[in-house]
T-cell receptor, first 118, second 112 residues
């Protein structure tokens, strides 16, 4: 099956620093990837849609200058949390779309990144 | 918000029993999917049912869809301790691009 790798799995950083999270599709090309944020015992909140070779589309209320997304290749999207603050602490999950036509919009998820900002 | 609701929020059953989770949504859909999430991990796709289908099976999973009521159910038969996880429905809504809208989720605990 389609495999998505997300790295790092856990990161602890100081307030004010930036953190980069990588999402890679290992055995398929993904023109579209998604970034989600999840609070404890809650559902996934879509932050942005990442399209290869173009700017990401952010959901309402998500600061694009705060959460920088780059999708430079068909297998890699990155999320950079800039000037992180304690309120940015959360579980961030990426997913990749195999093929909207073939896979009927089934998303394949990374294992998630637990970000803790001190 | 387009996010659907799931009930129950939490479900605790004995191994071997069946588990039923329900999902309601708000918009017209192309399909509805169910995903599973183990604690602190990513989601895994379980099953997809198209808007023109009413029931679908996959192993111990049975999914139903009632588009007139905008609701779906996921039945896990003969549950196992390893089925302990959170389960989310997700809708592929018409006119919403490639995005999925996830329900609130049901936390299932299967006791051995």
């Amino acid at each position: 099956g389609a495999v998505v790798s997300q790295h790092p799995s856990r990161v602890i950083c100081k307030s004010g620093t930036s953190v980069k999270i990588e999402c890679r599709s290992l055995d398929f090309q993904a023109t579209t990837m998604f970034w989600y944020r999840q609070f404890p015992k809650q559902s996934l909140m879509l932050m942005a849609t990442s399209n290869e070779g173009s700017k990401a589309t952010y959901e309402q209320g998500v600061e694009k200058d705060k959460f920088l997304i780059n999708h430079a290749s068909l297998t890699l999207s990155t999320l950079t949390v800039t000037s992180a603050h304690p309120e940015d602490s959360s579980f961030y999950i990426c997913s990749a779309l195999l093929s909207p036509l073939l896979a009927k919009n089934i998303q394949y998820f990374g294992a998630g990144t637990r970000l803790s900002v001190l | 918000s387009q996010q659907g609701e799931e009930d129950p929020q939490a479900l605790s059953i004995q191994e071997g029993e069946n588990a039923t989770m329900n999902c309601s949504y708000k918009t017209s859909i192309n399909n509805l999917q169910w995903y599973r999430q183990n604690s602190g991990r990513g989601l895994v796709h379980l099953i997809l049912i198209r808007s023109n289908e009413r029931e679908k099976h996959s192993g111990r999973l049975r999914v139903t869809l009632d588009t007139s009521k905008k609701s779906s159910s996921l039945l896990i038969t003969a549950s196992r301790a390893a089925d302990t996880a959170s389960y989310f429905c997700a809708t592929d809504a018409s006119g919403y691009g490639n995005k999925l809208v996830f329900g609130a989720g049901t936390i299932l605990r299967v006791k051995s």
